[in-house]
């Protein structure tokens, strides 16, 4: 039905510009203007701006409100008359008056009357008009915008662009229309930003976020390379080679550069008899928490927090003593995104040469070949009837200057159907070009997950919708919501540390990780889970795949895959993906992706248990990394028996799709018992994989149950027993062999540990090798072991 209604309204507003109906003399300036149905905002010229109520369709026909029409056909608000008693608008610029009148289908224009094929309608208190017969009047062209499902006005031959076709995006302008957009997109919600923050959502700060490889889809890097110091040395596990994340700890193949706690250790590791702390770059006293790094042939880039004070306290706007507002305490602590750029020709003199700063809190960051970028969100604190504290965003790049530069109105962008009381920061520089500044692109909304290609960043954001079930049998006590949440997609195109709007795209449901997005021979891929998991009807959670062209419109679906289950993991290699869903059971599925438009289920495996995490081993080979399930059955208040899965122990699986249309789980392995847990089931950069080595090795906390594995009717917990690296020998002959178990923690910690164990200094949080030399890192040690034998080589302690 919508198809169909686009397709009318294209018919309707493609008619070719009637000069007659242009009033004589009118001295109105052409302007250009979008108006999105259903929204409550609109683009004026390159600028958003708010409506308090939105546009919508009617008999195959847009009505905007025609106040906000004139305003975007340049008419001042004084130029707009309303008679009550007629119930009719005159817009009357330089005494050219064109009138219409609610419920009346004719059209005056400078004293000629017109036939329209629609009314005016009165609604509420406002009064919407047909936009296409309003501006025509006006001497403007009309186009309908199917896929943002927007009405585009504009000067003939001179339509805004739409948003899929490289526009730039609309800029906020002005501090009263910030204000302006955010309280109409409160309203519009339903919902109260509090203290800042993504409406909608409980944490507007995503957690770092992995890359892939434009073209290559999901290829996994070789944890190997040829460099000058070990013969070669294993880098972190990215989700595709080419694009390089962020991680606690990186080495070059002679040294190891570690975050351990306030500082970067900086250690000659290679070889492992000269194992020694080679440089610290200490940053206790100086208000800077350090959290991942970057480590090049030349440079070194330390992230991390810091945060300062600025600006004073807040002033009401409204001081009238018949309104009560709520006061809320200011908050003067600014939150900063820190990139710490330092020279590292000399280990034993490192040197920091410029530092880039972005107001807010890290999302994310890439870097590709000597482009680095970084990505913050900045919450706005926002409340009616108040000013906003500290509206603008600031940076500092040094190389630009040590002041704080405040970005100005006219250069903060917004999405414009997503308007969240956030501001999203992407810096840009090129490592080569020191002298060069950096390229910021600051947006009003939020960036929740974060993904990369060589060539492009993509922006995903949910957009929280509900509806009200339909209560057909007229049971419900109350109307019941109704999960109608979609992901907005919004693509920039990077060019060595510069970034460019593209388009944007939108797809039902939301997205689990990173993971669940993916580039591929032009095409984007994302998965996708709608609905509820609880519910037993309609509005059950279903899954997704959607395939998007270059211009993000959905070319290919596979949708209500799995009802009743949801998305664990997700995997894309080249032309094919694998979906884990789980409810009982762990179904992995294999999507074929060869014809984008249309993905197709191949086969799929029902296994106990399920996979966090999806790491290809070949083209014809997956391991799984999650957690062993035990099903039992539960008496409900009827006596009636449900049946629940429980997680117990980690589980490992190796995969073989083959023959694709029959998955097969190969080889298993599983570790300890209930409480049993690893970083590896999220965060994917704890993984050492080299498939040449054969190699597997990850951190993992150890319980183990004694006695019996349920009591009373529940699986029991195991006691804590050991905390440290499992390191595998892994073959597709002999499947997952254990090597052998590293540990920092003492023979005395363990006697003394009792049922569980905590956050100890001593737990090892990565392992790398470089060499023929294993090395285990923790908060305490930084311990080397012989990759073939595991003896201990060495060991250096980090007080």
């Known amino acids: ?101 609610v419920g009346s289908k004719l059209l005056s224009v400078g004293g000629q009357e017109r036939t329209m094929d629609v009314v005016p309608v009165l609604a509420g208190d406002r009064v919407f008009v047909p936009a296409r017969w309003l501006a025509e009047a006006f001497g403007y062209e009309v186009d309908w915008d199917e896929q943002n499902w927007a009405v585009l006005v504009g000067p003939p031959g001179n339509l805004p ?75 972190t596990n990215v989700q595709v080679e080419g694009v390089d994340e962020a991680d606690i700890v990186k080495t070059d193949g002679s040294y190891i550069y570690l975050v351990n706690k306030q500082r970067v250790v900086v250690a000659k590791a290679y070889p492992a008899s000269d194992l020694e702390i080679a440089d610290t770059i200490d940053f206790v006293g100086k208000n800077f928490y350090p959290s991942e790094l970057y480590v090049d042939d030349k440079h070194m880039i330390v992230i991390g927090q810091t945060s300062m004070y600025r600006d004073g306290p807040i002033i009401m706007k409204d001081s009238s003593s018949k309104i009560s507002a709520e006061i809320y305490p200011p908050p003067y602590q600014r939150d900063l995104v820190s990139a710490i750029v330092y020279d590292i020709s000399d280990k034993s003199d490192i040197k920091q040469v410029r530092e880039l700063d972005l107001d807010g809190r890290y999302v994310s960051s890439r870097k590709i070949g000597s482009a680095f970028y970084l990505v913050a969100n900045r919450s706005i604190y926002y409340y ?26 006219n250069s903060i962008k917004c999405f414009p159907d997503a308007v969240q009381p956030n501001y999203l920061l992407v810096a840009g520089i090129n490592l080569d070009q020191p002298e060069e500044k950096a390229d910021i692109d600051t947006i009003l909304g939020s960036g929740e997950n974060i993904y990369a290609s060589t060539k492009n960043l993509y922006v995903a954001v949910t957009s929280y919708q509900y509806g009200v ?16 949440n979609s992901t907005r997609v919004y693509k920039f195109a ?66 209500d895959i799995a009802p009743g289950e949801r998305i664990y993991s997700v995997r894309f290699t080249g032309d094919r993906a694998y979906m884990v869903t789980f409810k009982t059971v762990d179904p992995l599925f294999v999507i074929d992706l060869k014809d984008p438009s249309q993905p197709e289920i191949l086969g799929a495996l029902k296994i106990p248990g399920y996979s966090n995490y999806l790491h290809p081993y070949d083209e014809n080979h997956v391991i799984g990394f999650g957690k062993d399930t035990i099903e039992l059955g539960q008496k409900g208040a009827k006596g009636e028996v449900d049946s629940m899965a429980y997680y117990t122990g980690m589980k490992m699986a190796i995969f073989d799709v083959t023959d694709v249309t029959n998955p097969v789980e190969m080889f298993v392995e599983k570790i300890g018992d209930r409480g049993t847990d690893s970083e590896l089931l999220y965060n994917h950069k704890a993984l050492l994989f080299d ?86 890192l923790s908060g305490k040690y930084i311990k080397a072991n012989n990759l073939d034998s595991l003896v201990e080589m060495g060991a250096l302690e980090l007080k």
Not at 194 to 209: H, K, L, R, V, Y
């Open 691 to 776: 498939r040449d080595k054969g190699l597997l090795a990850f951190p993992v906390n150890v319980s183990e149950v004694k006695g019996s594995e349920v009591q009373s009717g529940f699986p029991a917990y195991g006691d804590f027993t050991f905390q440290g690296a499992y390191v595998y020998n892994i073959d597709l002959d002999s499947g997952f062999k254990l090597k052998g178990r590293i540990t920092h923690i003492s023979d005395d910690d363990y006697q003394k540990a009792g049922s569980y164990w905590y956050d100890s200094e001593k737990n090892i949080s990565r392992i790398l090798y470089i060499s023929d030399v294993l090395y285990t």
């Open 161 to 235: 662009a739409p948003m899929s076709e490289n526009s730039d995006l609309p800029v906020v302008g002005t501090y009263e229309n910030l204000k302006n957009l955010l309280a109409s997109a409160q309203a519009q919600s339903g919902r109260s930003y509090g203290a800042g923050g993504t409406a909608g959502s409980q944490n507007a700060t995503a957690a770092p976020e992995a890359a892939m490889d434009q073209g290559s889809s999901s290829k996994s890097a070789n944890t190997a390379r040829s460099t000058t110091g070990g013969s070669d040395y294993s880098q």
């Open 1 to 101: 039905m919508k198809k169909f209604i686009a397709f009318v309204l294209f018919l309707a507003l493609s008619v070719i510009f009637i000069p007659w109906l242009q009033p004589k003399g009118h001295a109105v300036d052409l302007h250009q203007a979008t108006f999105f149905v259903d929204q409550k905002m609109y683009i004026s010229d390159g600028q958003a701006a708010a409506m308090d109520v939105p546009s919508f369709i009617q008999d195959s026909r847009t009505y905007v409100p025609v106040r906000y029409l004139g305003r975007a056909l340049g008419l001042g608000d004084d130029s707009i008359i309303w008679d009550g008693v007629t119930q009719s608008v005159t817009f009357d610029p330089a005494g050219a008056a064109v009138r219409m009148t």
């Open 494 to 559: 990077m060019d060595d540390g510069k970034l460019t709007y593209s388009t944007k795209g939108e797809v039902p449901g939301t997205i689990l990780n990173q993971f669940s997005m993916d580039e591929y021979d032009g095409y984007f891929r994302i998965a996708t889970t709608k609905g509820e998991i609880w519910r037993t009807d309609e509005n059950t959670s279903k899954n997704n795949m959607y395939v998007l062209d270059e211009g993000l419109n959905i070319a290919g679906k596979l949708e």
């Open 469 to 484: 079930m339909e209560d057909k049998a007229g049971i419900l006590p109350m109307p019941w919501n109704v999960d109608r």
């Open 384 to 409: 009616p009837m108040r000013e906003i504290d500290n509206p603008q965003p600031f940076y500092r790049d040094t190389a630009a200057g040590d002041e704080l530069i405040d970005i100005d109105y």
